[in-house]
């Protein structure tokens, strides 16, 4: 997954690209209609870049936590910086992320290559919660947990596991966070799965 931020359970992406709204120019983001790329991530708390590959939470509209560097190469304008020298002077701009987030200033175009809105998963090994077996369970993602690393996930099963919610943003009972190295795409991922045993597990997670 791209480096990222998120707000509930929804990501902004290193590798978006956006087109800034009236509001946007306005406020000075540049001309509305110039289309513009996210091409880093900046935590205003440790004055550095989120790492490559990384993500980060926001857990209201109005934080300044994060900053988010909007390039374009076509475009100049001489109250755009170089995002902390990122890039060359007078084409990049930063934006706090929540104003990204509400839409205002920015519209998404396009999403980063790498940040599907599949969030369908399976578990890939014989993970055991509460003495049951999870394995070839289907799930969805519902969005990163920071707590884990920034390699595990939030994610809601279809059946009652006797889970968590989540904080709310899955049914009771039937979320949990799970490591991504639990996690594949595809039934057939699933480790020591036989054909017959395959067929079994389509059929109850449909």
């Known amino acids: 997954m791209p480096t990222a931020v998120f707000h509930n359970d929804t990501g902004l992406f290193v590798g978006d690209f956006y087109k800034i709204t009236g509001s946007g120019e306005e406020e000075h983001m540049g001309p509305a209609g110039t289309t513009v790329k996210l091409v880093c991530i900046w935590d205003n708390m440790t004055n550095n870049y989120v790492p490559d590959n990384d993500w980060v939470v926001i857990d209201g509209l109005g934080s300044s936590r994060y900053s988010l560097g909007m390039y374009c190469d076509d475009t100049s304008r001489d109250y755009w910086g170089n995002l902390n020298g990122y ?120």
Do not use: M, Q
């Open 87 to 206: 890039c060359e002077n007078y084409h990049g701009n930063w934006v706090r992320a929540g104003d990204v987030f509400s839409g205002r200033l920015y519209k998404r175009i396009k999403k980063a290559a790498g940040s599907s809105d599949d969030k369908v998963r399976f578990i890939k090994t014989d993970l055991i919660y509460k003495r049951k077996s999870l394995i070839g369970k289907k799930c969805r993602i519902i969005r990163p947990f920071k707590r884990f690393g920034s390699s595990s996930y939030f994610v809601e099963f279809d059946e009652e596991i006797g889970g968590c919610s989540c904080d709310g943003l899955g049914k009771a009972g039937h979320c949990l966070p799970v490591h991504a190295k639990f996690l594949v795409k595809s039934l057939k991922e699933v480790e020591n799965v036989n054909e017959k045993h395959l067929d079994a597990l389509k059929c109850i997670s449909i």
